[in-house]
T-cell receptor
């Protein structure tokens, strides 16, 4: 089955630790995205990638880093510099950038204490 | 002012009712429009794209009004399973950094 997978579903970390969230897609989509959602709020774009080995900052990139070494994979690292890392993180992909509908993974709930 | 605004609701309507909600956007250069549905603690799922001519999918109808800069979603004969948060998304062509999600409208259908 084609789709987007994210792991783990729930993640708990101590403050000051870096943590990497996984996102894999087998839809052969060029574009991939990372969003953050806080309770009662819409999604905010962290980073996106239009093609392998290229990625761009979104609206709230500070404290996060990404890589795109393979078309299928777009991992997100939440660094200790991110002041409020506890959130619901959603990865998405689309055939191309911008105008196409996006398909989302099931998300990772990160709790940092 | 937010670039994309939605009435947060909640809209609480009886089963079988018709319900409609709007999403306004401020940038007239916006080109693509979508409605997503998000269940509690789940990922958003595409409900429908919104075309200039409007489009219908079963009980759901989406329309775009460029002059007044809003999109709408109409749900007829609402079912209990329609209870969810509905997110509107506005994008500009070929600009991934300009994909804007609304905060969502919460809909609750009661028996």
């Amino acid at each position: 089955d084609g789709g987007i997978t994210q792991s783990p579903k729930y993640l708990f970390r101590k403050e000051g630790q870096n943590v990497t969230l996984s996102c894999e897609q087998n839809l052969n989509h060029d574009a991939m995205y990372w969003y953050r959602q806080d309770p009662g709020q819409g999604l905010r774009l962290i980073y996106y990638s239009q093609i392998v080995n290229d990625f761009q900052k979104g609206d709230i990139a500070e404290g996060y880093s990404v890589s795109r070494e393979k078309k299928e994979s777009f991992p997100l690292t939440v660094t200790s510099a991110q002041k409020n890392p506890t959130a619901f993180y959603l990865c998405a992909s689309s055939p191309r950038t911008g105008e196409d509908e996006q398909y989302f993974g099931p998300g990772t709930r990160l709790t940092v204490t | 002012r937010k670039e994309v605004e939605q009435d947060p609701g909640p809209f609480n309507v009886p089963e079988g009712a018709t319900v409609a909600f709007n999403c306004t956007y401020s940038n007239s250069a916006s080109q693509s429009f979508f409605w997503y549905r998000q269940d509690c603690r789940k990922e958003p799922k595409l409900l429908m794209s919104v075309y200039s001519s409007g489009n219908e999918d079963g009980r759901f109808t989406a329309q775009l009004n460029r002059a007044s800069q809003y999109i709408s979603l109409l749900i007829r004969d609402s079912k209990l399973s329609d209870s969810a948060t509905y997110l509107c998304v506005v994008t500009r062509y070929s600009s991934a950094s300009k994909i804007i999600f609304g905060s969502g409208t919460r809909l609750s259908i009661r028996p």
